[in-house]
């Protein structure tokens, strides 16, 4: 896959994350028998638009970077000043809450479905110590290896296992590494140095020495402990496990789903274990980037890491922010149990939200372009 491919198909999967977003906030309003005005498919000038027999404007625009839902009672929600500052009926409260919160869980539907789609197809397939591809400029590529080659000892030990092979890659990064392999019918040594990356694993006791905020935030989220791995820059190839039952790998595949469920929460409440990783928040430019940087990863891979996109969407969205849905199903519960309209506090919030939005999506724009034409993944 080159470069503009990868680049327009990372674009693509994104824009269908938000618009799966958008189409849980339609299917629930219309579930909800609120009045839907419009529902498009994209932004921008229309490219095609019909009204369907229950008066749904619908648009396919020219810019497909997601979509949006024109709701017409929560539209009013914000624009129209009520009447009254009694709370209104419990049961419209809990409709509005109901559509706003169709989104993220739509979202979070369409990241399990995706987790379990790539669990049952990795259930059945086991690791090969053969090399299936080489990332372009990696410590692989400079050391010979080639797709084909089979990886057959490490070091000072013979005829190992893959995993033992990769655990002494990541416990040796920026040390040269000593590898025979088997290239057709010949057997070479070479030597390699792995990258030295950076990782933060999730570590549940706090410090001792914690206090203050510091040590409430590590009683709720854990504590990250930074460790450093190497890193050569290849994928082994798969191959279908022999004589293995179905209910075998449906399970396998049920247990790597909830795994996975697991990594993309770590990957979201990270930066509120170690807030310097706030610094690593990233936006659409910096994840086509990525993307196109790790092409050489198998297509299967690439829509696992969709599901963790989709899944951070949903749960980022859940924030008690305003504008976002968080914010919105915030005041609903006060209107609910305060049993009084805040209009006016929620519209300034709402003004204020908009500012601060556009403010942080110009921010994390111009840190994605800083990363990628200046740092370049360094």
């Not at 169709?102 to 053969?130: C, E, H, K, Q, T």
């Not at 995993?163 to 010949?186: E, F, M, W």
């Not at 290849?234 to 293995?244: A, C, R, S």
Request: hydrophobic share 50%; no cysteine; proline share 5%.
């Amino acid at each position: 896959m080159d470069k503009l491919t990868a680049a327009a198909a990372t674009l693509f999967g994104i824009g269908l994350l938000i618009l799966i977003h958008e189409w849980g906030h339609f299917w629930t309003a219309r579930r909800m028998k609120l009045t839907v005005q419009e529902f498009s498919v994209g932004f921008g000038p229309a490219l095609l638009r019909w009204r369907g027999r229950s008066g749904i404007l619908y648009a396919l625009r020219s810019l497909f970077l997601g979509g949006y839902v024109r709701v017409k009672e929560i539209e009013e929600d914000l624009m129209v000043i009520p009447e009254s500052s009694y709370a209104r009926p419990s049961r419209e409260i809990l409709r509005r809450g109901a559509v706003v919160l169709g989104g993220p869980m739509m979202n979070i539907f369409a990241a399990v479905l995706i987790f379990f789609i790539y669990s049952l197809w990795f259930a059945g397939l086991r690791v090969s110590p053969v090399i299936a591809s080489v990332s372009q400029g990696s410590p692989a590529e400079k050391a010979g290896l080639g797709p084909g080659d089979e990886i057959v000892a490490i070091a000072y030990l013979e005829r190992t296992e893959l995993a033992t092979i990769q655990r002494y890659i990541s416990n040796h990064p920026g040390r040269p590494v000593r590898l025979k392999i088997r290239r057709d019918t010949s057997y070479l040594t070479l030597t390699i140095v792995p990258n030295r990356k950076v990782q933060y694993v999730p570590v549940r006791r706090h410090r001792t020495d914690a206090a203050g905020l510091a040590r409430l935030r590590e009683i709720l989220f854990g504590r990250l402990e930074r460790q450093e791995f190497g890193l050569i820059g290849v994928t082994f190839q798969l191959e279908p496990v022999p004589g293995q039952l179905f209910t075998e790998r449906l399970k396998v595949a049920v247990l790597l789903t909830v795994e996975s469920i697991w990594i993309a929460w770590q990957a979201v409440v990270a930066p509120f274990r170690e807030p310097l990783l706030f610094a690593d928040v990233a936006g659409p430019i910096r994840m086509t980037y990525e993307f196109v940087s790790y092409r050489w990863l198998g297509i299967m891979d690439h829509l696992r890491a969709l599901g963790i996109i989709s899944f951070a969407l949903a749960l980022i969205n859940l924030f008690p922010i305003p504008v976002l849905d968080g914010g919105r199903i915030l005041f609903l519960l006060m209107e609910l149990i305060g049993r009084r309209r805040i209009y006016t506090l929620e519209l300034r919030a709402t003004y204020v939200g908009y500012v601060l939005l556009i403010m942080l999506m110009a921010f994390i724009a111009l840190k994605d372009l800083h990363y990628v034409l200046f740092l370049r993944g360094r």
